[in-house]
């Protein structure tokens, strides 16, 4: 088929370059020049693992172009996908301006028939606004059909390629969403056809699980502080119970972050709020994975009181291991907070450095997560990477100026972490700091 991206950020270039490697003849448009310029070179402006390959692949084979116009490009087009962004707006509503531009924009190209499907997360009634914007543009036939996306950054391709399933919602043109249905159909995963509305709530109600089950674990992590229980191990016996499943998202932490849970949470609220029905259950969802961010911040200051001219080196800035994406991730929050009580902050991430320094100028980027802990009076681990659990912890140690680790994502073992001499914090562990077991801990032995 011919297709269509408009939008070439972590979903649009994914879908582009996915598309072209099954063969398809497929056009990325963009409205970054320099995004497209890279692109066009075969660089990838995202660090996502086995992008680059496939770009490069399917630029020499020919079957994906980049362009920073739709003019001409829609011409002999089969499918045209909308995957823009669609941020909080101020109230915490998805922010529909890019979209509606788009809309507009392929309204005022098109020339013939074309199926238009929306990829960007939006809310529930958001397809038929996009169908009215292009019919103000173009009297011809067309139909819009919604195709939420379900991909992880981090692991993006490969979820692309075998997505648990594929969701398409439809108005009134049943025929365009069984021909979407089999652009899709090499992959041989599930297909649900539904109507339009239901496509778009199933994006935000699956979003809106999965960061419950986040919070939800860390809300038993607080109590499991108390009681003297272990998180891990509560959720490791959780998930061998098939209606919560092997898959839950039940790892205690820093909360959830990123480009989708937090707007897609907020957006569900604001949606539920609109239409008269409240989602008293979501707003403190929302509420826990916020103050979840602050403790690791009070459990520092309980160790060192006042944080003024600390120095504090944090192990990671992406919002999960993976991806240089920083948007919504704890550690900004947490640099911020940190920033605030006047400590000064040392960090290391391989892949996100670049992303925060344009946001943290004066935040002070180390080479490695060695040099991080060069005279610390504390270290916080703040994203799960790989290279942080092989780290050498002897060397750790004797780089600190004191040895406190507060670990945001329980990457160490507590007793492991004791008999290296640290004194050291995890998420939903409680052993003290002399590495034995809390008072009602031991009560319950
Ligand atoms: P992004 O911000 O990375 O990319 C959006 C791109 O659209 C940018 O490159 C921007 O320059 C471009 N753009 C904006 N207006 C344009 C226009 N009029 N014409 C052409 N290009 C335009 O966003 P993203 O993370 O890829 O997310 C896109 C959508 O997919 C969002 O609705 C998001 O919620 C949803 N989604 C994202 C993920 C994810 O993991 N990032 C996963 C599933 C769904």
């Not at 800035?317 to 704890?330: L, N, Q, V, W, Y």
């Amino acid at each position: 088929m011919k297709v269509v991206v408009v939008g070439t950020g972590y979903v649009g270039l994914v879908q582009g370059v996915c598309l072209a490697e099954l063969g398809n003849s497929v056009v990325c448009v963009d409205t970054d020049e320099e995004k497209i310029e890279r692109l066009k070179k075969g660089i990838s402006p995202i660090y996502e693992p086995g992008i680059e390959e496939l770009l490069q692949r399917n630029l020499k084979a020919k079957r994906v172009s980049f362009t920073t116009s739709l003019k001409g490009c829609l011409k002999g087009s089969d499918v045209v996908f909308i995957t823009v962004g669609t941020p909080s707006d101020e109230d915490g509503r998805a922010d529909l301006k890019y979209v509606l531009k788009c809309a507009e924009d392929i309204g005022k190209n098109l020339q013939e028939y074309s199926i238009i499907v929306n990829k960007s997360t939006v809310p529930i009634g958001t397809g038929e606004m996009v169908k009215k914007t292009i019919a103000r543009y173009y009297d011809g036939d067309f139909s819009v059909i919604s195709n939420p996306e379900f991909l992880r950054e981090g692991s993006a391709i490969e979820d692309w390629m075998k997505p648990d399933r594929v969701i398409i919602g439809y108005s009134d043109d049943k025929e365009a969403a069984e021909n979407l249905g089999n652009l899709y159909s090499a992959l041989g995963s599930p297909t649900l056809i539904t109507n339009i509305v239901t496509a778009e709530m199933i994006k935000y109600a699956s979003n809106s699980l999965l960061a419950t089950e986040i919070s939800f674990i860390n809300s038993i992590s607080r109590i499991c502080e108390k009681v003297g229980a272990d998180v891990t191990e509560v959720a490791e016996g959780m998930k061998l119970d098939k209606r919560i499943g092997a898959n839950a998202f039940l790892t205690a932490g820093l909360g959830y972050g990123g480009s989708c849970f937090p707007k897609d949470v907020s957006a569900l609220i604001k949606i539920a709020r609109d239409n008269g029905a409240e989602f008293k259950i979501l707003e403190e969802v929302e509420a826990v994975n916020l103050s979840q961010r602050q403790r690791i911040i009070q459990k520092l200051k309980k160790e060192l009181g006042n944080l003024k001219g600390k120095k504090i080196g944090l192990w990671g800035i992406a919002f999960k291991p993976e991806t240089d994406d920083i948007r919504m991730a704890p550690a900004i929050t947490i640099i911020e907070a940190l920033e605030d009580l006047g400590a000064q902050v040392y960090a290391f991430d391989a892949v996100a450095g670049e992303n925060v320094q344009k946001i943290f100028p004066e935040l002070v980027l180390e080479e490695s997560a060695i040099d991080v802990c060069e005279g610390a009076d504390a270290l916080l681990i703040v994203t799960e990477w790989d290279e942080f659990k092989e780290i050498n912890l002897n060397e750790i140690k004797s780089k600190m100026k004191s040895p406190i680790i507060l670990d945001g994502r329980n990457i160490f073992s507590p007793e492991k972490m004791r008999d290296y001499g640290f004194i050291y914090h995890s998420v939903g562990r409680p052993l003290n700091q002399k590495g034995t077991k809390c008072k009602k801990q031991q009560a319950y032995l």
